[in-house]
């Protein structure tokens, strides 16, 4: 199993059928793709919002269907 966090030589795409949202105080939202299992299985238990760059904690996420406009994911390798 490749996983999300790994270093990617080329274009990969990501199929998605869920999505998690952190809402931060700030007002900004953070989607995550994926089941939060999977996240949990990466290690993540928490990521920096990107408008304040407070710590948001996994444990606050709460699911949504993933719109059609954001099923895919393009990772690229650096």
Do not use: N, T, Y
């Amino acid at each position: 199993m490749q996983h999300v966090s790994e270093v990617l030589s080329e274009e990969h795409f990501l199929d998605c059928s869920k999505s998690l949202v952190i809402d931060c105080q700030c007002g900004e939202k953070l989607l995550l793709l994926g089941r939060e299992s999977d996240w949990r299985k990466e290690g993540r238990m928490s990521f920096e919002c990107g408008g304040c760059g407070k710590e948001l904690p996994l444990e606050d996420a709460h699911e949504q269907k993933a719109q059609r406009g954001l099923r895919r994911l393009s990772l690229i390798g650096k």
